[in-house]
């Protein structure tokens, strides 16, 4: 099988929005810690109010993928003309005033904006200085940034897509195999609960197994990969890799796990939705909220809201 030219004759369908309805792993792990909030966020259209974290995430996202695709597609020489430290501070004012915009105030300090772009340009110096340890140049090929899938996990509900986007889908030529990233930015990075926490890793197994059915890949040829990035570190590391702004984490994605997973999308999808149909079933929503205590997560600010 060649996985390269597979991949490159796969088109993507695009969605009808008339008669389809896209869910994410999103809408999926906030259904499974917490339906209150699911219904607050997708029934009543109550949105979470936009904060610092996200602007800075999304901005660092797209500017070491920026980096990447220079690398890969135009060269290192076009990488190493990158102003990646601008590139960012940039995308991370543009990001937060378009939120300021939409709310009608501020949600940071000026001391708090001053702090996320000192911490977004020590990450960019750190994977700079540190990029080969992580990205070969020679041997790998960059198949696509944000890459899509779009599939219909239940057979009895074809309108319902999973919809996802792939922030960094590689090809390691020596072993022949596909690896696929995604970049999560983090205060000081996951710690033992997180990386137990498998609502919070399974969503590349999950990618992992629709991206193999959308572009005919075989799955075991396929690797996923947290790449993780800190804002924070110690400044007196115990160990020297607690000095590191990068860490990486691989989830387990085998059969079982993915198994398991679809097993679960299956189950939120004939929960929220009529059977053949796009239409969210309102009282089985209803149904399963009301049964359903309030999760016990500090976050949730929906059920703090009930407190």
């Known amino acids: 099988m060649n996985i390269l030219e597979n991949i490159n004759n796969t088109v993507v369908p695009e969605m009808d929005w008339a008669t389809e309805k896209h869910i994410s ?3 999926l792990s906030t259904w499974m810690e917490c339906p209150h909030r699911w219904k607050e966020m997708y029934i009543d259209k109550i949105k979470n109010p936009p904060n610092i974290y996200l602007s800075f995430g999304t901005s660092m996202h797209e500017t070491l993928q920026e980096y990447m695709e220079l690398m890969y597609n135009k060269g290192q020489q076009h990488a190493d003309q990158f102003d990646a430290h601008k590139d960012f501070q940039e995308r991370f004012m543009k990001f937060y005033q378009a939120d300021v915009d939409k709310v009608g105030e501020h949600f940071a300090t000026k001391e708090q904006l001053i702090e996320f772009v000192n911490d977004g340009l020590n990450i960019i110096d750190f994977f700079l200085r540190h990029r080969q340890e992580h990205f070969q140049k020679h041997g790998w090929k960059l198949l ?7 599939v219909a996990p239940h057979e009895n509900y074809p309108n319902v897509k999973m919809m996802g986007k792939l922030d960094l889908v590689m090809f390691d030529e020596t072993l ?4 696929i990233y995604d970049i999560k930015t983090s205060t000081r990075g996951w710690t033992k609960y997180d990386k137990e926490n498998k609502i919070k890793t399974s969503q590349m197994v999950i990618y992992k197994k629709y991206f193999a059915e959308q572009y005919n890949v075989p799955v075991d040829s ?3 990969k947290y790449f993780i990035v800190k ?3 110690p400044a007196n590391p115990k160990y020297p890799i607690m000095k590191s702004r990068i860490q990486k984490f691989v989830p387990s994605s085998g059969k079982v796990t993915q198994n398991k997973l679809v097993k679960n999308i299956k189950s939120f999808i004939e929960d929220v939705f009529i059977k053949d149909s796009h239409i969210y079933d309102i009282d089985k ?4 909220v009301n049964s359903t205590d309030k999760c016990s997560s500090k ?3 929906t059920c703090n809201k009930k407190s």
């Open 176 to 179: 022949h195999k596909v690896v």
């Open 144 to 150: 696509g940034i944000e890459m899509p899938i779009l």
């Open 231 to 233: 804002r924070k570190i």
């Open 285 to 288: 929503i209803e149904e399963k």
């Open 299 to 301: 976050w949730c600010q």
């Open 25 to 27: 792993y999103t809408q």
């Open 222 to 224: 396929i690797d996923v």
